[in-house]
T-cell receptor
Framework: DGGITQSPKYLFRKEGQNVTLSCEQNLNHDAMYWYRQDPGQGLRLIYYSQIVNDFQKGDIAEGYSVSREKKESFPLTVTSAQKNPTAFYLC?????????????FGPGTRLTVT | DQQVKQNSPSLSVQEGRISILNCDYTNSMFDYFLWYKKYPAEGPTFLISISSIKDKNEDGRFTVFLNKSAKHLSLHIVPSQPGDSAVYFCAARAQISNFGNEKLTFGTGTRLTIIP
């Protein structure tokens, strides 16, 4: 059945290491998004991609990188330059075309960096 | 600058009564508003939405009201059920380029607890 998968559910890393979070969707959606959620805060946009081979910085892109080589996949790399990487990371996707505004979210990955 | 605000971090409501969650925004370029429901350690799920050209949208127990002049929207849940206990996020959509780029801006969420 269709959906968005994020793996792993929990991820632990040592400070100074880069880590890549996976996001895959089989909904045939054009657009994909990465957000982070911190306690007591809303979802903040890290990067988004409207189409394959194109992506744009969101509001808090510093310390992160992405790629969009396939329509189904939008991995996020948390680099050692990200000062506060511990957070709950959410991936979302959205169909293309006009009048489709709802984003569909994956289950999230909780990253803990010590 | 918080463009979408949910000023109540938490709300408790008796089962069977009405739950009213509020959201205020500042950006007049927002043209579509959405409500999401989120359980702990899960991704948000879409609940209901409203276009800026409308003032009300209803779906079963959920109704969203939009007061454009006040830049205010609210989500009404009636009757409230224990399964409604979750965090509710308000989100607003804006187009950010002529090439179809758009983004959602989320509020900080309201934790709703339904008391049996």
């Amino acid at each position: 059945d269709g959906g968005i998968t994020q793996s792993p559910k929990y991820l632990f890393r040592k400070e100074g290491q880069n880590v890549t979070l996976s996001c895959e969707q089989n909904l045939n959606h054009d657009a994909m998004y990465w957000y982070r959620q911190d306690p007591g805060q809303g979802l903040r946009l890290i990067y988004y991609s409207q189409i394959v081979n194109d992506f744009q910085k969101g509001d808090i892109a510093e310390g992160y990188s992405v790629s969009r080589e396939k329509k189904e996949s939008f991995p996020l790399t948390v680099t050692s330059a990200q000062k506060n990487p511990t957070a709950f990371y959410l991936c979302a996707s959205k169909p293309g075309g006009p009048h489709s505004y709802e984003q569909y979210f994956g289950p999230g990955t909780r990253l803990t960096v010590t | 600058d918080q463009q979408v605000k949910q000023n109540s971090p938490s709300l408790s409501v008796q089962e069977g009564r009405i739950s009213i969650l509020n959201c205020d925004y500042t950006n007049s370029m927002f043209d579509y508003f959405l409500w999401y429901k989120k359980y702990p350690a899960e991704g948000p799920t879409f609940l209901i939405s409203i276009s800026s050209i409308k003032d009300k949208n209803e779906d079963g127990r959920f109704t969203v009201f939009l007061n454009k002049s006040a830049k205010h929207l609210s989500l009404h849940i009636v009757p409230s059920q224990p399964g409604d206990s979750a965090v509710y996020f308000c989100a607003a959509r804006a187009q950010i380029s002529n090439f179809g780029n758009e983004k959602l801006t989320f509020g900080t969420g309201t934790r709703l607890t339904i008391i049996p």
